[in-house]
């Protein structure tokens, strides 16, 4: 028997004489004006398995069908500069030879298709890559407006599948006859159906649908955002579902023996007749981290709604609360304006299981961040807002730093004049304020977007005031008189006047911002004793002096007179007098 020897050198000339003839006949076909092909159908019917179409910027009015191919076609400068328009004659883009992931859709906006199914993309028995496309501005007779998938499970990314039309059944993305679609990153908006406005499950599809926000779709029967039928199982994970409406389902439905998991979802503000979050019937679901909350519904089940169903809600919140392990009923705390992140200080955080919660939220940020899971699609990542205030370059301790915007609270500055907040994405304002300073900047604008945000710095400027005149006599009758404020310091320093004496009133200037004049009244002393009282004026001190009745001849004189008006006895006359030569 002969012996072989195993050749290194040999193997690797063999393996690259394979990879060589596998690869050797691809191709790049480049379409667009002065071009070697005009139209992408021209190239398709020319490419080769294994070969890639780069389309070049512009509107393509034309209808593509990949013919089974094993291909590529692909965008040069993404699908807001390149557009294919099907002129409404029939589906833009068919798949329905068989194609699988090898065939792939990258980077177009396919509008204006009309189909009896799938008016923009139509998938039958196939399984392509479509994915960056934005889908909008089609339609269908039955079922698909956006994308229709039979027997199909194409692989749906980063999409934005928007404004499309079905007169039956799904605006969006149509799942029937075993169809299993991966739908992931996607935008699902503004559809229109009679079932299904945003995703109709059906016939044992089982679409997984992760990281999509489901948002403004109408259903004019059930499913307004999802709608699950006939033994169908979807798998949810990491949606937003909000602002849905139909008359059953304003979220999501489930019909006839349908069985979706829904974990990490936020589905709120959605509406229906019955049903504003969930309607169930005769169907099987689970729902774990997740939040329904602000849905409402006319006649019943505002978050969720069941009629002969099996309904598993766990380590989630509800509004009025459900029956489930780990269940809340607390207000989650969105962000608010249309954005469903959590504040800080969410109930939702580190309130969910680690059992079957996703490794990544919505955004992409790692779960768990904290101490446990959060419940919704979103885990809270806290950024900071930071920084420190100083005067004269040293810290300035006790500043109050108050934070206003998407999420408010305050703080005091420590000894080193540092401060920090742990904040959500948004937009806010920082004031810092203590008594006897001004601030520069007096706020700063931050936005938080993903990243912490320090070097929030605020110079503090000591404030110095001066009074003049500090004292002023007054006779028993009183009077009137006024005091000037002058701030050499800053312009921006505050002040205020407060009289620690009942007879004596600020008449005006009782606060005030730089320079000022505080404006006074002084009531008549009835007693014969002097007597004094102050005003305490931006921390500096006024002193008010004031003559008892009877001091002087002119309040002898002022007696008399008042006696022969009968306004005093002659005794009083006397007495006055006696006061007045009295030692």
Known sequence: M???????????????????????????LEVGAGKPWTTIQSAINAAGTGDKILVYNGTYVENINFIGKAITVKSVNGAASTTIDGSAGESVVTFAYGEGPGSVLDGFTIKNGYGSDGGGIYCSSSSPVITNCTITGNTADRAGGGIYCSASSPTITNCTITGNTAYWSCGGIACFYSSSPVITNCTITGNTAYIGGGIDCYTSSSPTITNCTITGNTANYDG????????????????????NTSQYGGGITCFYSSSPVITNCTITGNTAYIGGGIYCVESSLTVKNSILWGDTADFGGNEIFLDSSTFTVIYSDVAGGWAGAGNINADPLFVGNGDYHLKAGSPCINKGTSEGAPSNDIDGDTRPQGNGYDIGADEFVGYSISGTVTLNSSGLNGVTITLSGT??????????????????????????????????PTNKQVTVNRANQPGIDFTAIACTYTISPTSQSFGSSGGTGSVDIIVPSSSSCTWTANSNASWITIDSGSSGTGNGTVNYSVSANETTSQRTGTITIAGETFTVTQEGECSTWADVIAKYQAYVSSQASWNDVIECYNQYVSP
């Open 224 to 243: 307004g955002g999802i709608d699950c039928g006939t033994s169908s199982s979807p798998v949810i994970t990491n949606c937003t579902i909000t602002g």
């Open 407 to 440: 999420s408010s609270g305050s703080t005091i500055t420590d000894d080193s004049g540092n401060y920090s907040f742990t904040v959500s994405n948004g937009t806010y304002t920082v004031t810092p304020n203590k008594t006897g300073y001004t601030f520069n």
């Open 2 to 28: 002969k012996r072989i020897f195993f050749s290194p050198m040999l193997f690797i000339t063999l393996v690259s004489v394979l990879l060589f003839a596998t690869f050797a006949h691809a191709a790049t």
